[in-house]
């Protein structure tokens, strides 16, 4: 199977100005995905997607490929992943390439373990019917636990709209678990994406992963920081040759 890791990194964050080139544990967000996909040896290629030169540089030299660069148009705040991937596989086609499969890690997940997208890539060859396999985590308070807030201020319960909350004070145990989507690995179907234009589908694998972090905003990377200040592993795994 030829399986290509493609990683997003437009260059404008308005959240964290340049965030996919910010700096944690000494190495930028962009290089954290790099590194964790060229470890994983059953991935063929790594290309990053950006609309920056000087980010393609800062790829090309972190040991990834950088062959095209994304358009403007579709690396805006409003810009779907569709559009990056889809933009992906016509420029490759060109170059009479066109993988099996897509792994899809976006720079805002940093703290990887090579072997768990590896874990993530085995599924392919369980020969079960799915259009994607997709990252996630339990979440710690069950999301039917939530509120949304009404035009007149009040809170009303997620989902059922119930303005009395009374039951979302009983214990966490009695409502169903809920998972998060949370960027640590996506294995996307390339003949999927090309016969319906979708990037998941209706028949989604779940892969969990340990709680992941996501780094969309400034207090993230504060969490994001910390996290690698206090556990020097999670930089060694990746950037520390022959570690583990």
């Known amino acids: 199977m030829e399986i290509l890791s493609l990683i997003p990194a437009r260059s404008g ?27 994983s040896g059953a991935i063929s290629r790594t290309i990053v997607s950006t609309d920056s030169p000087d980010y393609r540089d800062l790829a090309l030299s972190k040991g990834a490929e950088c062959p095209f660069l994304r358009p403007r148009e579709i690396s ?3 810009s779907g992943d569709i559009d990056f991937v889809n933009h992906a596989l016509a420029e490759l086609e060109q170059t009479d390439y066109r993988p099996d499969f ?30 994607s396999i997709r990252s996630v985590h339990e979440m710690s308070e069950s999301a039917y636990k939530s509120f ?23 214990g966490r145990q009695l409502f169903p678990k809920t998972f998060q989507a949370n960027g640590y690995v996506d294995v996307l179907s390339v003949a999927h994406i090309v016969k319906t234009g979708e990037i998941h589908g209706d ?21 994001a920081e910390a996290m690698s200040d206090r556990n020097p592993k999670l930089v060694e795994r990746l950037f520390v040759k022959n570690y583990g």
């Open 13 to 39: 964050s308005k959240g964290i100005p340049d965030k996919n080139i910010k700096m944690l544990g000494g190495h930028t967000l962009l290089e954290w995905s790099i590194r964790a996909s060229l470890l």
């Open 76 to 78: 805006t705040d409003s």
């Open 102 to 131: 897509i792994i899809h890690l976006r720079p805002t997940t940093p703290f990887r373990d090579p072997s768990v997208i590896e874990a993530a890539i085995s599924q392919i060859e369980k020969g079960e019917p799915w259009t």
């Open 148 to 170: 949304e807030i009404e035009k007149s201020g009040n809170l009303v319960a997620a989902f059922s709209k119930e303005r009395n909350l009374e039951s979302s004070n009983l």
């Open 203 to 223: 028949s989604v694998r779940f892969f969990l992963t340990e709680p992941a972090i996501e780094i969309d905003t400034a207090f993230d990377f504060e969490i």
